[in-house]
């Protein structure tokens, strides 16, 4: 019995696969860092200028930080 399959896994044997499975992991980790860089952007913009504001901020409150109640 095999176990789950991850998006990870090698399928081939030779060296192309396995340059193709590095090429595959290290664009899925680019995404990943390119995502947090964009977001903690967002997230540390809307803070600073809250704190301008002198308002307190939330972060489920995205863009805007604003609470609605």
């Not at 090429?23 to 903690?40: D, E, P, R, S």
């Not at 952007?41 to 489920?60: N, P, S, T």
Request: charged share 20%.
């Amino acid at each position: 019995m095999t176990g789950p399959k991850s998006k990870f896994d090698v399928q081939g044997n030779g060296i192309l696969a396995e340059c193709m499975h590095t090429i595959k992991f290290a664009f899925y980790v680019m995404q990943t860092f390119l995502a947090w860089l964009f977001f903690g952007g967002m997230v540390r913009r809307a803070y600073r200028k809250a704190l301008r504001e002198g308002r307190l901020f939330y972060v489920d409150r995205l863009p805007s930080g604003e609470n609605s109640q």
